[in-house]
């Protein structure tokens, strides 16, 4: 295989979506504790902005339609992935989610490499980590 000097390959991910077995929770959850509105919306699907990523949190029941013959996991599957949000005081955001009914699964912690973490999960079991 040969390797080409494409600058323009990847792109940067444009949208990320997110499979939600109970949509009006899950988007209540973006709205209320990340504080974003919704960017779009249909009775399938609810779209956020995160900077310039989309996150579409989709139906589940509409999921094997756009991944199939891949197979949808069940939230008891465990997590097989976590998105990562900069913050500037960890401590400072974790007492902000609390606030906000966030159920923290860790920390705040500091990290053997150097960084000092917390992470949360969505209604739909996607893991969230905030990090500085």
Same mark, same amino acid.
């Given at each position: 295989m $040969?390797? @080409?000097? =494409?600058?323009s390959?990847p792109?940067?991910?444009?949208?990320v *979506?997110?499979?939600?077995? =109970?949509?009006?929770?899950?988007?209540?959850? #973006? @709205?209320e504790v990340?504080?974003?509105?919704? $960017? #779009?919306?249909?009775?399938?699907?609810a779209?956020?902005?995160?900077g310039g990523t989309?996150?579409?949190?989709?139906r589940? *029941?509409?999921?094997?339609?756009?991944?199939?013959?891949a197979?949808v996991a069940?939230p008891?599957?465990?997590?097989?992935?976590q998105f *990562?949000? @900069?913050v500037e005081?960890?401590d400072?955001?974790c007492?902000?989610?609390?606030?906000?009914?966030?159920?923290?699964?860790?920390?705040?912690? =500091?990290r053997?490499?150097?960084?000092?973490?917390?992470?949360?999960?969505?209604?739909?079991?996607h893991v969230?980590?905030?990090?500085?």
């Amino acid at each position: 295989m $040969t390797h @080409t000097s =494409d600058t323009s390959w990847p792109p940067p991910i444009s949208a990320v *979506t997110l499979f939600a077995e =109970d949509l009006d929770a899950t988007k209540r959850f #973006y @709205t209320e504790v990340f504080g974003l509105p919704v $960017t #779009y919306e249909n009775e399938n699907s609810a779209v956020f902005e995160f900077g310039g990523t989309l996150i579409n949190l989709l139906r589940v *029941t509409r999921a094997d339609e756009l991944i199939g013959p891949a197979r949808v996991a069940a939230p008891e599957a465990g997590s097989r992935m976590q998105f *990562t949000l @900069t913050v500037e005081d960890v401590d400072a955001k974790c007492a902000e989610l609390v606030a906000r009914g966030v159920t923290l699964l860790n920390g705040p912690m =500091d990290r053997p490499w150097g960084i000092r973490t917390a992470c949360f999960s969505d209604p739909a079991g996607h893991v969230w980590e905030i990090a500085s």
